[in-house]
C-alpha cells in the first residue's frame, strides 16, 4: 500500500510537502515549472583484399592485412582478354589479409585481375550505453550522476533544464539502446500519462529540449517504464489508483512509440499481486551476479521486492529509498560486480545490497526544486548490460 508524501514526510521527520493524497501525485502547486548509433570502439583495423589470380586447380592463402588477387587463363580457339580493376576503401575494425592463386586451363584465354580495399570503422556502442550512469527528472529539471566504474561511487550530478513544455507530475523513466531517455510525466487529476523522448540526454548540463510523442490512451495510470533485455519497453499500469492493486497491470508497447504509435499489449496481469503498487521497475540480479529482466526489483513507496514481471509476485526485500530504483551490469564496472541503487525522497542515492538490501552511505543528494515537489519525486533509470530476456516475445 503506497503512503503518501505528507505520510513519508512526517514519518521521516522533515517537513511535509504539499502533494497529493498519492505518492506519485502532484497538488498541482508546484513551482514555476514546464508542464507538459554511433558506436564507440578502437581505431579500427584496415581490411585489404589485394588480388586473385585463377590459372588452374592449385591455391594458396595467406594473410594480415586481407589481400586477394586472381588470375584466371583459360585457351580455346577463341581468344578473349578481360582486365578489369576495382578498388573500395572503408574504415574496419579488423585487418585481414589473403592471398589467393587458382590456376586453370580451358578452351580459350581469359585474364581477370580485380583488386580491393575495404576500410571501415566501428565506432561501438553509445557512451551511456556503456559506461555506468543514472538518471532522473523533477519539475524541469533533469539530473545526471556519473557513476565511477572503479568503485561504484558517485563522480558527479550535474542537472540540465528542460526548456520543454511537459505535465507537471511524477516522473518514470528508462533509457533505450541507443542511449536516448524515454520519459513519462503522470498526473491523476484529470488521469494522463504524457510520454516524451530524450535522443541525447546532456552530460554537461546544458539545457535539453523534449519531444513529446503524446498521452497513453485509454486514459491509463502510468507510473513506470522498463526497457527489457531484447529493448521492448514495458509500462506500469496502476489501475484505478496508485495506491492499490486494483486494475495493476504490465503492458508493453507494440507500435512505434518513437514515432507517436502508443498502442500497447497487455502481458502480466497484476491484480493478485502481492504488491499493492509499483512506483518504479528495475531489472534484477541473479544468484551469478548476472542481468535479468523477466525477474527484478520493484519499489513500492520504500519497500523493495524480488519481483517476477511474468506473474506478478514478489518477495520483499526490506526498504530502502521511497520511489526510485536501478541496478547496473557488472560489465559497467572494472571489478565487473552488479550494482543496486535506490533514492529516497529527498534525493539521497544509496547503493544496496542485492540480497540484504543493506544501504550504504548517502553517495550524493540532489538539488532542492524550485517549486513545492520532494526532491526525489522520480523513478530513476540508467544502461541495460547484454542479457537474456526470460519475458514474453512479441506477438
Given at each position: 500500500?503506497?503512503?503518501?508524501?505528507?505520510?513519508?514526510?512526517?514519518?521521516?521527520?522533515?517537513?511535509?510537502?504539499?502533494?497529493?493524497?498519492?505518492?506519485?501525485g502532484d497538488d498541482g502547486s508546484g513551482g514555476d515549472t514546464d508542464e507538459g548509433a554511433d558506436e564507440v570502439g578502437a581505431t579500427a583495423g584496415t581490411e585489404t583484399e589485394s588480388?586473385?589470380?585463377?590459372?588452374?586447380?592449385?591455391?594458396?592463402?595467406?594473410?594480415?592485412?586481407?589481400?586477394?588477387?586472381?588470375?584466371?587463363?583459360?585457351s580455346s580457339t577463341e581468344t578473349e582478354t578481360e582486365t578489369e580493376t576495382e578498388t573500395e576503401t572503408e574504415s574496419s575494425t579488423e585487418t585481414d589479409t589473403g592471398t589467393e592463386?587458382?590456376?586453370?586451363?580451358?578452351?580459350?584465354?581469359?585474364?581477370?585481375?580485380?583488386?580491393?580495399?575495404?576500410?571501415?570503422?566501428?565506432?561501438?556502442?553509445?557512451?551511456?550505453?556503456?559506461?555506468?550512469?543514472?538518471?532522473?527528472?523533477?519539475?524541469?529539471?533533469?539530473?545526471?550522476?556519473?557513476?565511477?566504474?572503479?568503485?561504484?561511487?558517485?563522480?558527479?550530478?550535474?542537472?540540465?533544464?528542460?526548456?520543454?513544455?511537459?505535465?507537471?507530475?511524477?516522473?518514470?523513466?528508462?533509457?533505450?539502446?541507443?542511449?536516448?531517455?524515454?520519459?513519462?510525466?503522470?498526473?491523476?487529476?484529470?488521469?494522463?500519462?504524457?510520454?516524451?523522448?530524450?535522443?541525447?540526454?546532456?552530460?554537461?548540463?546544458?539545457?535539453?529540449?523534449?519531444?513529446?510523442?503524446?498521452?497513453?490512451?485509454?486514459?491509463?495510470?502510468?507510473?513506470?517504464?522498463?526497457?527489457?533485455?531484447?529493448?521492448?519497453?514495458?509500462?506500469?499500469?496502476?489501475?484505478?489508483?496508485?495506491?492499490?492493486?486494483?486494475?495493476?497491470?504490465?503492458?508493453?508497447?507494440?507500435?512505434?512509440?518513437?514515432?507517436?504509435?502508443?498502442?500497447?499489449?497487455?502481458?502480466?496481469?497484476?491484480?493478485?499481486?502481492?504488491?499493492?503498487?509499483?512506483?518504479?521497475?528495475?531489472?534484477?540480479?541473479?544468484?551469478?551476479?548476472?542481468?535479468?529482466?523477466?525477474?527484478?526489483?520493484?519499489?513500492?513507496?520504500?519497500?523493495?521486492?524480488?519481483?517476477?514481471?511474468?506473474?506478478?509476485?514478489?518477495?520483499?526485500?526490506?526498504?530502502?529509498?521511497?520511489?526510485?530504483?536501478?541496478?547496473?551490469?557488472?560489465?559497467?564496472?572494472?571489478?565487473?560486480?552488479?550494482?543496486?541503487?535506490?533514492?529516497?525522497?529527498?534525493?539521497?542515492l544509496f547503493e544496496a545490497d542485492p540480497v540484504s538490501l543493506a544501504l550504504s552511505p548517502a553517495l550524493i543528494t540532489g538539488p532542492a526544486p524550485a517549486g513545492d515537489a520532494p526532491?526525489?519525486?522520480?523513478?530513476?533509470?540508467?544502461?541495460?548490460?547484454?542479457?537474456?530476456?526470460?519475458?514474453?516475445?512479441?506477438?
Amino acid at each position: 500500500m503506497r503512503a503518501t508524501p505528507r505520510t513519508l514526510a512526517l514519518l521521516l521527520g522533515i517537513a511535509p510537502v504539499a502533494l497529493s493524497t498519492s505518492a506519485c501525485g502532484d497538488d498541482g502547486s508546484g513551482g514555476d515549472t514546464d508542464e507538459g548509433a554511433d558506436e564507440v570502439g578502437a581505431t579500427a583495423g584496415t581490411e585489404t583484399e589485394s588480388s586473385e589470380s585463377e590459372t588452374g586447380e592449385s591455391s594458396s592463402e595467406s594473410g594480415s592485412s586481407e589481400s586477394e588477387s586472381s588470375t584466371e587463363t583459360e585457351s580455346s580457339t577463341e581468344t578473349e582478354t578481360e582486365t578489369e580493376t576495382e578498388t573500395e576503401t572503408e574504415s574496419s575494425t579488423e585487418t585481414d589479409t589473403g592471398t589467393e592463386t587458382d590456376t586453370g586451363t580451358d578452351t580459350g584465354t581469359e585474364t581477370d585481375t580485380e583488386s580491393e580495399t575495404e576500410t571501415s570503422t566501428d565506432t561501438g556502442a553509445d557512451p551511456l550505453w556503456i559506461s555506468p550512469n543514472l538518471w532522473y527528472a523533477v519539475e524541469d529539471q533533469l539530473h545526471y550522476i556519473e557513476i565511477d566504474p572503479a568503485d561504484g561511487s558517485v563522480v558527479q550530478l550535474l542537472s540540465s533544464t528542460i526548456t520543454t513544455d511537459i505535465i507537471d507530475g511524477f516522473t518514470g523513466l528508462t533509457m533505450l539502446e541507443n542511449g536516448g531517455l524515454l520519459g513519462l510525466r503522470v498526473i491523476d487529476e484529470p488521469v494522463t500519462s504524457q510520454i516524451f523522448y530524450i535522443p541525447e540526454p546532456p552530460t554537461d548540463g546544458s539545457e535539453v529540449e523534449v519531444e513529446v510523442l503524446g498521452v497513453v490512451p485509454d486514459n491509463l495510470l502510468i507510473e513506470a517504464l522498463y526497457t527489457d533485455c531484447q529493448g521492448l519497453v514495458y509500462l506500469m499500469d496502476s489501475g484505478t489508483n496508485w495506491s492499490t492493486a486494483t486494475g495493476n497491470r504490465l503492458i508493453r508497447f507494440t507500435g512505434d512509440y518513437l514515432a507517436g504509435d502508443l498502442g500497447y499489449e497487455v502481458i502480466t496481469d497484476l491484480q493478485n499481486a502481492s504488491v499493492a503498487d509499483i512506483d518504479d521497475l528495475g531489472p534484477g540480479i541473479d544468484a551469478m551476479g548476472e542481468i535479468t529482466d523477466g525477474q527484478g526489483f520493484a519499489i513500492d513507496s520504500g519497500t523493495v521486492y524480488d519481483f517476477d514481471y511474468n506473474t506478478g509476485t514478489g518477495v520483499s526485500l526490506g526498504m530502502g529509498g521511497t520511489w526510485a530504483i536501478h541496478a547496473l551490469g557488472g560489465p559497467l564496472f572494472d571489478d565487473g560486480v552488479a550494482r543496486l541503487y535506490v533514492m529516497d525522497l529527498d534525493a539521497n542515492l544509496f547503493e544496496a545490497d542485492p540480497v540484504s538490501l543493506a544501504l550504504s552511505p548517502a553517495l550524493i543528494t540532489g538539488p532542492a526544486p524550485a517549486g513545492d515537489a520532494p526532491a526525489g519525486w522520480s523513478g530513476m533509470t540508467g544502461p541495460l548490460t547484454e542479457c537474456e530476456s526470460t519475458l514474453p516475445e512479441p506477438q
